[in-house]
């Protein structure tokens, strides 16, 4: 069973910086790609960035230039370094990711952490 653990959220003001971090363990054979989401209050859950093994990243254009994903393969760690916080930052972040698992032939992409809440005061 695969597990996914973030840390790193917090209550911040406006133009600070969080870095989160998620943690994957279990039965994994290969990560191809960890992401992270995030979901405000009344809002759907958005892609904020994803990084696959090769280390390609995208990002959604509302952060681009303020946040930075990036990974630890040796790990099985991905980190977010939000950098310009602002209050429409605020939201609960997830960490996902697309596994093969030792047990399985295809990988999956329904992992998911439990969620770190980032609170930006202005």
């Known amino acids: 069973q695969v597990q996914l653990v973030e840390s790193g959220g917090g209550l911040v003001q406006a133009g600070g910086s969080l870095r989160l971090s998620c943690a994957a363990s279990g039965s994994i054979f290969r990560i191809n790609s960890m992401s992270w989401y995030r979901q405000a209050p009344g809002m759907q859950r958005e892609l904020v960035a994803v990084?696959?093994?090769?280390?390609?990243?995208n990002y959604v254009d509302s952060v681009k230039g303020r946040f930075t994903i990036s990974k630890d393969n040796a790990k099985n760690r991905v980190y977010l370094q939000m950098n310009s916080l602002k209050p429409e930052d605020k939201a609960v972040y997830y960490c996902?990711?697309?596994?093969?698992?030792?047990?399985?032939?295809?990988?999956?992409?329904?992992?998911w952490g439990q969620g770190t809440q980032v609170t930006v005061s202005s």
């Open positions: 996902s990711a697309e596994i093969l698992e030792y047990s399985d032939e295809y990988p999956r992409s329904d992992y």
């Open positions: 990084i696959t093994r090769g280390g390609s990243t």
